[in-house]
């Protein structure tokens, strides 16, 4: 018993530093921020990093590593995008709050489809359930600012407007990017895990 005890804390302290590297990875991806005319929401790297950290640290691992990353903001600490003049839990109120609220969902999502190895019975390629994964956690990234945005201007053709069209075509080379990153990176990360 005491041995499984001992051997257990190491696995545990793996975990919570991934949950720790996978909040400061976002909050490193949020200072990478470009304004955009027209938009109070900014071009940031934040949606990547967050599907990155959802599909390497696992669907629980991912969403807590979230949850640390907002309740870090909402304290105050500077994490957030510093394009937005917002702080703490006003952050979530403003027209950014809709996304970071659904950066947990959107981990766990990812985190929960991309699962190394196949399933036994399942066909498809990992890469395809990757990409699927990672479009999933997209969307709801993209659903919860939109929504956020919606009750915010009033109107859901503005607010796409303000807060999903601009963003598309930068969103494809996210998806590209984290594709080509957890279809190599998963298996071992999750196995370190």
């Not at 976002?26 to 955009?36: D, F, G, Y």
């Not at 005319?37 to 807590?64: D, E, K």
Request: charge should be positive; proline fraction near 8%.
């Amino acid at each position: 018993m005491e041995q499984e005890l001992v051997q257990s804390r190491p696995v545990e302290l793996r975990k919570a530093i991934g949950v720790v590297l996978g909040a400061a990875f976002v909050a490193l991806a949020a200072q990478i921020s470009v304004p955009l005319p027209g938009t109070p929401v900014p071009m940031t790297l934040q949606p990547l990093a967050v599907l990155l950290v959802g599909g390497l640290l696992g669907a629980r691992l991912g969403a807590a590593s979230m949850v640390l990353y907002l309740a870090l903001g909402i304290a105050g600490l500077p994490v957030f995008t510093p394009t937005v003049p917002l702080l703490g839990v006003a952050r979530l109120l403003g027209p950014t709050g809709g996304y970071l609220l659904a950066y947990p969902v959107a981990a766990w999502v990812v985190g929960r489809v991309v699962t190394p190895g196949l399933a036994p019975g399942v066909n498809t390629p990992y890469w395809a359930r990757v990409a699927v994964g990672v479009l999933c956690g997209l969307v709801l990234i993209h659903l919860g600012g939109l929504a956020q945005l919606a009750i915010l201007t009033g109107d859901i053709s503005g607010a796409a407007r303000l807060g999903t069209l601009p963003f598309l075509l930068g969103d494809l080379g996210k998806v590209a990017v984290a594709l080509a990153v957890l279809t190599k990176l998963t298996p071992a990360v999750r196995a370190r895990l």
